[in-house]
């Protein structure tokens, strides 16, 4: 996973190494809900933006209600780590 | 006194309207374990503000300055047996007579479940409401909502053997007050917090210099979620007419631990066969920190607010293993390598 990579790749990466994953292949438009992503799989992801960039997220960026598809959760994140 | 053999007011549910803290998960606010109890207490009558008050214990993040199993107005009676077949006959009679017990199945031999066949395990608890024909029906916070987080068990002879350790519960609620409360509950968290700070400092060292196993990640998040966080929701719940402001910075720093603790359970996902790759948990490493200092600032506050004295200060270089050795504990309380594997012609009654 290179630094270089979207904020967007690099989460369809993450999902795709989830063990249970249901996908073979995961995009931007893939419903969070329909992958499985629960409260968990949330706050380990967010944890990995948050050290790998330094970031801090607030309590309501761990709110799977707040995202519909993977695209929606990327924006979110970037958004945080990029300012 | 309201104990595990007492009638029932009516049946044992989990409910999350009925329950305590469950927003967006039965393990919001609550253990697996606590929301066994809470369930038990309620089917008795109890209360939810009476429950909380029941519950709650001082926080203590090493783990040592009490029974596990006791409460401030009760206890757990816990049977322990490496084979469950021990103790089946006496379970299954509690059972059936309508005491409901609160069950830690080793998962080996637990149908359907992720360790089933693979890898001695006890971490989770769940409630046995009622026995009949050949089936254990139990309340578990991982069942489908949609069947009322009900599951039913036909018994085998793994099931018995997997029944290896359960509980009934005994409890006197008891009236408190905002001085009974400070006295019992917020003194006593503010000085052992206070005392164990440093040790938290100190596993943050050890995490960054040597990771942590998938072994270790496990008995951490047991210790996070089933302890430090229902602790800290509990005091918060119990204090919240008599001490609002300290209510609100208990559940700051419960909401921190929830959010690390189920960080590592989400690193157990991706961290699949390759458990002991440390750095599958190396992410999570910023929720502990985070923890940390939520709970850092919880000691100030209450110390602030309660007028004490503050805590000395701690040499930074000097090792304190004390919440390190209650996850090592943890680790070896959780993988029960003694177990021996069921026969198939074992009986089961």
Known sequence: ?83 | MVDGAAALRRPPVLDPELSLGWDDGPLDGLSCLLRCVESALRAQGLSNPEIAQALAVPLDLRGDRRRSSSFRHGHLHWRNAVDGRQHWAEFVALVESGTPCVLMPDRYYWPGDEFEGVKHFLDHMVLAVAHADGVLEVLDTDAPPSDGYRRWIPVTPEVVRGCCRFATVHVTPVPDDAATLRATLLEPTATALGEDLPALRTIERRWRRDGLTGSAARALHVVVLGAVQPSLFLIATAVRQTHPGLADELLTASRAAQRLGKALIGAHRWAGAQADDTSVYDPVLGAFTACEAALTRLSDELHRQLGLQPPPAADPDQDDDGVWRRVVRNQAWCYGDQVAPARSEESTR
Do not use: C, W
């Open chain 1, 1 to 83: 996973m290179a630094d270089g990579d979207s904020t967007l790749n690099q989460l369809v990466s993450l999902l795709l190494q989830r063990q249970g994953n249901p996908a073979d292949s995961i995009g931007a438009d893939d419903r969070l809900l329909d992958l499985g992503v629960d409260s968990i799989d949330m706050a380990y992801l967010m944890s990995h933006f948050e050290r790998r960039y330094d970031a801090d997220f607030a309590d309501e960026d761990f709110e799977l209600t707040r995202y519909v598809t993977v695209a929606d959760l990327a924006k979110a994140i970037d958004a945080r780590i990029h300012g």
